[in-house]
């Protein structure tokens, strides 16, 4: 049904990664592994979404990267269908379902979140930060899962909830960095990230 409205199968997958990882850019083979599509297929939906303004392109260091446009007119309309993998196709994105559930499962995560490498702000320093009550045994293979889905080395911090906001209160440098760079929020259970109520509060209400 998705697939007869939006026109493809191979436009649907790409919907479905860039709505689901705002602010994080992907070059053509990298995306072409992630949804398992032929590569001439996903070259010719990437031109058409860009061509529509729904995704945008940049070229660093000899390589395009595409990422999803939220300045496009109908970006709010097209996350809600496709910003959390509700569609039941192959694609199995590392920070979306099961593996969200993975990362939940390391600990009691109140924020996590993807930034340098993912999003070519490679000056943080870090590329995944974790805060929160986890299992360090835990975390260290999930990260190395991770790297081996990335293909590359991943930069990663973790704290717990009260040193992050111990740092945040004295304006801490290297937390400052992260906070100021592009990133991909996972989990924000404070909602600071976010306007939504923080997970607490909501549960309150209910």
Same mark, same amino acid.
């Given at each position: 049904m998705i697939e007869q409205l939006f026109?493809?199968?191979?436009? $649907?997958?790409?919907?479905? +990664?860039?709505? *689901?990882?705002?602010?994080? *850019?992907?070059?053509?083979?990298e995306i072409t592994r992630k949804i398992d599509e032929q590569i001439n297929s996903v070259r010719r939906e990437l031109a058409n979404l860009l061509s529509i303004g729904i995704i945008s392109s940049d070229d660093q260091q000899n390589r395009l990267y595409y990422e999803v446009n939220q300045e496009y007119e109908h970006y709010k309309a097209l996350a809600a269908i496709f910003g959390g993998h509700q569609?039941?196709?192959?694609?199995a994105e590392e920070t979306g379902g099961d593996g969200l559930k993975a990362l939940k499962a390391i600990g009691n995560v109140e924020i996590a979140l993807l930034t340098g490498v993912f999003t070519r702000d490679?000056? $943080?320093?870090?590329?995944? +930060? $974790?805060?929160?009550?986890?299992?360090?045994?835990? +975390?260290?293979?999930y990260v190395a899962d991770f790297e081996a889905k990335e293909g590359k080395e991943i930069r990663y911090t973790s704290m717990t909830y009260p040193d992050y906001q111990y740092r945040k209160q004295i304006n801490d440098r290297f937390l400052a960095t992260v906070m100021a760079a592009k990133k991909q929020v996972l989990i924000d259970k404070h909602g600071e990230f976010t306007d939504k109520k923080p997970e607490k509060e909501a549960k309150k209400e209910k």
């Open positions: 026109g493809s199968k191979t436009r $649907v997958k790409l919907l479905q +990664l860039f709505y *689901s990882n705002p602010n994080r *850019s992907f070059y053509v083979r569609l039941a196709t192959p694609v490679e000056g $943080v320093g870090v590329d995944f +930060l $974790v805060v929160g009550d986890v299992n360090h045994t835990q +975390l260290d293979k």
